[in-house]
Every structure is written in structure tokens, then in C-alpha cells.
């Protein structure tokens, strides 16, 4: 049962910008935090960016740090991954999950996050 819906991925050039949305319930989203992963073909899906449920905590991957900004709006239910400057290694299928709990040690693990969405994929082209 999916819970969290994905959007706006698409194909941009290098050095390019886009803006993903996950929209979540008002009950996932007004308590979990969110995180965004990806996945490229071959390999493991990896963490991108989490937010608190609070929005006060925030962390990124050190490949994306500079890059991509993780925001949320409560009045939308919606947690946002503003990427700019992309790069063709940032191709990848990109999903939204949602964790009743993180902290500074397991905001990175896949295994802490229960709820995800289906995925939304990113091209970029060199």
C-alpha cells in the first residue's frame, strides 16, 4: 500500500535544475521524518538528504551537500528535494520514505525508514 507519492523527476541536462514532491497523509507527515534515497541501475540504494518531523534536523550525503536542499510544508503535506547543479552521477530512480524515528546515528539507514513511495526517475544528460 503506497503511502507516499513522488513527482517531478524527469531528463535535464547537466548543470540543470529540478524540484521532486513527495505527498504524504497528514498523519505520516505531521509526525515521521522524511528522507529521500536513490537508486541507479546496478546498484544499492543510497541515502540523499532527511529532515525531522520538526524540520530543525537536516542532513545530506557529502555527494550531494552544496547541491540539493530538503524542505517540507506542513500546510501541504509535502517534503521537497530542490537539486541544482545536477550532474549525469546523479541519474537515479529517487524515493521518498518516512521514519517514525531518527536521530543522528540511523538517519542514513534504509532500514530505519517503514514507510516509502514508488519512485520517480532523474536523467542527466552530459
Known amino acids: 500500500q503506497v503511502q507516499l507519492v513522488e513527482s517531478g523527476g524527469g531528463l535535464v541536462q547537466a548543470g540543470g535544475s529540478l524540484r521532486l514532491s513527495c505527498a504524504a497523509p497528514r498523519r505520516i507527515f505531521s509526525t515521521y521524518d522524511m528522507g529521500w534515497f536513490r537508486q541507479a541501475p546496478g546498484k544499492e540504494r543510497e541515502f540523499v538528504a532527511a529532515?525531522?518531523?520538526?524540520?530543525?534536523?537536516?542532513y545530506y550525503a557529502d555527494s550531494v551537500k552544496g547541491r540539493f536542499t530538503i524542505s517540507r510544508d506542513a500546510a501541504k503535506n509535502t517534503v521537497y528535494l530542490q537539486m541544482n547543479s545536477l550532474k549525469p552521477e546523479d541519474t537515479a530512480v529517487y524515493y521518498c520514505?518516512?521514519?517514525?524515528?531518527?536521530?543522528?546515528?540511523?538517519?542514513?539507514?534504509?532500514?530505519?525508514?517503514?514507510?516509502w513511495g514508488q519512485g520517480t526517475q532523474v536523467t542527466v544528460s552530459s
Open positions: 529532515i525531522s518531523y520538526s524540520g530543525i534536523r537536516i
Open positions: 520514505a518516512g521514519s517514525t524515528y531518527t536521530d543522528g546515528n540511523n538517519y542514513h539507514r534504509r532500514g530505519q525508514y517503514g514507510v
